[in-house]
């Protein structure tokens, strides 16, 4: 649960009422990830898990720093924050430089 509590009491002999605090929204994985690896995120397609169950990675020849927001309680994920490495070639000339560690091709 999130928010803050609150406690009122307004007539004598009453019940209390308690507001503030609502379910933290859980959500289920998109149908599209690409970008993502989620193999350490225990969700699935169907079964719903909180924001701070499912820890998130860029996949391979992905970069950057992913997060997954769930803004509707039993919605989807929404991943952003990985984006693509761009595969580039080598200049047809690289005189003058030490190319033997790059993998791109010429």
């Known amino acids: 649960y999130i928010g803050t509590a609150t406690d009122s009491c307004t007539t004598p002999g009453g019940k209390h009422v308690l507001a503030g605090c609502t379910a933290i929204p859980t959500c289920k ?17 169907t079964n719903m898990l909180r924001e701070d169950e ?12 992913p997060t997954d927001t769930c803004a509707s309680n039993g919605g989807r994920f929404t991943l952003s924050g990985c984006a693509i490495i761009p595969a580039c070639e ?8 030490d ?7 010429s």
């Open 90 to 97: 080598l200049p047809a000339d690289t005189a003058g430089y």
């Open 99 to 105: 190319i033997t560690a790059c993998n791109a091709t």
């Open 54 to 65: 499912c820890t998130l990675s860029c996949a391979t020849n992905y970069t950057g720093s």
């Open 29 to 45: 994985l998109p149908a599209v990830t690409t970008g993502y690896d989620i193999t350490t995120c225990n969700a699935t397609s």
